[in-house]
């Protein structure tokens, strides 16, 4: 059976490519020639969001050499263990929320320390999967579309989160 999906998920993406010209082409367009424009403003909005995230990752570097994160990790330990929680859990909640590639690096450390199948490794990974990174996404796409509103979004955002960790340590069997 794992054979098969193997199997399956190495021509998906060929075949989508492959549709997707193969209707172009039915269609009657120039399919070459709006990959070139749609990569052309691809570009363009890369260019325009690059000081963004190299802000955020500059920041969350900074924040991660500086001890911040052990320090917040140690400060809220009372409380995260005596619900039974790792105190490493929330350092990583709070940089999900900026960057998902500083996030695994976490994430890795956790690991190696409780390992992946320990009830630790087992919040964080699926806390990984049900937590987004808000400050990042808000932060590019509203960068790209201009928006100045923000205010509703960053609350659903956080109280998704908040609703995310909690799943993530009912689901791993708190």
Same mark, same amino acid.
């Given at each position: 059976?794992? &054979?098969?999906? /193997?199997?399956?998920?190495?021509?998906?993406?060929?075949?989508?490519?492959?549709?997707?010209?193969?209707?172009?082409?039915?269609?009657?367009?120039?399919?070459?020639?709006?990959?070139?424009?749609?990569?052309?403003?691809?570009?363009?909005?890369?260019?325009? =969001?690059?000081?963004?995230?190299?802000?955020?990752?500059?920041?969350?570097?900074?924040?991660?050499?500086? @001890?911040?994160?052990?320090?917040?990790? /140690?400060?809220?330990?009372?409380?995260?263990?005596?619900? @039974?929680?790792?105190?490493?859990?929330?350092?990583?909640?709070?940089?999900?929320?900026?960057? /998902?590639?500083?996030?695994?690096?976490?994430?890795?450390?956790?690991?190696?320390?409780?390992?992946?199948?320990?009830?630790?490794?087992?919040?964080?990974?699926?806390?990984?999967?049900?937590?987004?990174?808000?400050?990042?996404?808000?932060?590019?796409?509203?960068?790209?579309?201009?928006?100045?509103?923000?205010?509703?979004?960053? /609350? @659903?955002?956080?109280?998704?989160?908040?609703? &995310?960790?909690?799943?993530? =340590? =009912?689901?791993? @069997?708190?």
């Amino acid at each position: 059976m794992a &054979g098969v999906l /193997s199997n399956i998920s190495n021509i998906v993406i060929p075949l989508v490519i492959f549709y997707i010209v193969a209707y172009g082409i039915a269609a009657k367009t120039a399919v070459y020639d709006d990959f070139i424009h749609g990569a052309k403003e691809g570009f363009k909005t890369v260019v325009q =969001i690059a000081p963004t995230l190299v802000g955020l990752m500059v920041g969350v570097g900074v924040l991660r050499a500086s @001890g911040f994160l052990d320090f917040l990790g /140690s400060i809220t330990s009372r409380f995260t263990e005596s619900l @039974g929680l790792s105190p490493d859990l929330i350092p990583l909640i709070f940089i999900k929320m900026f960057s /998902s590639s500083a996030a695994t690096g976490l994430v890795l450390d956790i690991f190696k320390t409780y390992g992946p199948d320990s009830l630790t490794g087992m919040i964080t990974s699926i806390m990984m999967s049900c937590t987004e990174t808000v400050f990042y996404t808000m932060s590019v796409y509203y960068m790209a579309a201009k928006v100045t509103k923000t205010k509703w979004t960053l /609350s @659903g955002a956080l109280i998704s989160t908040f609703a &995310g960790v909690a799943a993530s =340590i =009912i689901l791993a @069997g708190l």
